[in-house]
């Protein structure tokens, strides 16, 4: 089989000639006009079978995701969003007018759990130098990425869109989606009325970060030494939108109209418009120490499974894991009363809702918020639940957790655990693969948001344990 390794020196040649502006410039830089009669610049094109390349469907050098959470470069990897008719499609090479490379390959449908929506799929095509067309079921706007290294392309159909951080109402657990539709030339997505606080916040599409090329469906990492991860997501600034790019700086309090265009010209444009003044907020979260009770929990009716608090801007949430048995019921209820209970709608929980029905047995990361002065309140409940992450983990990274079995619960303890190769260094607790509940410091009496945990290289078994109120755990 050839590999597109073989026309890595006319990429190379094409990556020194392309000028890299913000992420919606698909207009390409012509730097020789050639001899050849293909009437666009150098570069790599996503090709409809039988048609010559078009300028807008150039794929440009782009930025992959580092180990530290940043943007780091990716020699020979390429993305751009592109309106695709369906039809059968190649990526191109142009040099100097002329087609000098055609790429194609079998295509595989992968479907993973980075995304917390519907959209879960994405398609990888071994890429061979003249290897066959594939094929594009729809017409469609899509993500289109080309590594190099790894001889594929990725191809992503986008459908939704969505802002996300603690300078929105969600804060960083929930998404606050878009509204609108995709057309060639008119795709928007668009909100009003939305508020934003003083905080951070990022675009997103089809609620997912990223595509992680490092890990398989299962978090397996299948070659850490080539793998990468592209982004889905937008930061940089409301001017210059930017792959993977720093959260947004929310510096005004108010209600806003966000508006998100997608040109063939242009690609993505973001506007900002405040339109009126952010409802005053006088909630105090001290007031509200929210746990879950019930028969389906390790205390049954008699004591709470605490969740533990963090705000942002202005968004009250509190997390936790829970492990349910496979019948009974449970509510949320704050500070070891029935003052204010909150149950029915397991999405939108109210005072005056019935018990909750458990969502059947194992362990369940939940996130109960309020925007408001508590008087709606939203929560989520996501099979999963704790895991190990860190260079001294089994994973040994950063990058992907390794998931501790649950345990159950007796006794009104709950316990999860691990056996295994741990690398050596330093690792952390986090639940349901999310930053904004993780547990550290000294295994004897965890803290939420707490130091690394730094351990030797070896084979050890790691038991976590919970009382409803504290964390502890042993390592033998």
Known sequence: MKKLLSVLPLFMVVASLLVITSCGDDDPIVIDPGTGDVNVGNGLYMTLEGEDPAGSAILNPQQVAGLDFGAQDRSGFSANYLYLAAGNYNIVQVTDKEITATVGGAAEMVTDTGSSCDNNDYTVITAEADGAAFNIASAGLYLVAHDELRSEII?????????????TEGGWATETPLTGSVSE??????????????GEWKVRFNCRWDI??????NGDITDPSTGYTMF????????????????????????????????????WLMTVDRTGDAPVITFDPNDYKMAIIGDA??????????????????VHSWYGVVTFAMDGKYKYRANDEWNIALGGDPANPTTTGADIPS??????????????EGDTWTSSVTPGGWGLIGDGSPQGNWDAD????????????????YTGDFVGGIWK???GDDWAHNIGGDLSGLTIDGGNIDTPAGTYTVTLSFNGENYSATLQ
Do not use: C
């Open 155 to 167: 191809i992503h159909e986008i459908n939704s869109a969505s802002i996300i951080g603690n300078a």
């Open 185 to 198: 030339n008119d795709t928007e997505f668009k909100i009003e009325g939305t508020i934003l606080r003083s």
């Open 212 to 217: 992680n090329r490092r890990t398989d469906p």
């Open 232 to 267: 889905t997501n937008f930061g940089g600034t409301i001017n210059d939108l930017a792959p993977g790019g720093s959260n947004f700086n929310q510096m005004e309090d108010g209600e806003y109209t966000i508006t998100l265009n997608w040109g063939k010209q242009n690609g």
């Open 297 to 314: 929990t390790a205390g049954s009716w008699d004591s709470d499974q605490n969740l533990f608090h963090k705000e942002d801007a202005g």
């Open 359 to 372: 969502p059947g047995a194992g362990s369940y990361y939940i996130v109960l918020s309020t925007a408001d």
């Open 402 to 417: 390794v998931d501790m079995t649950a345990d159950g619960f007796s006794n009104g303890i709950t316990t999860y655990s």
């Open 429 to 431: 607790f986090r639940a």
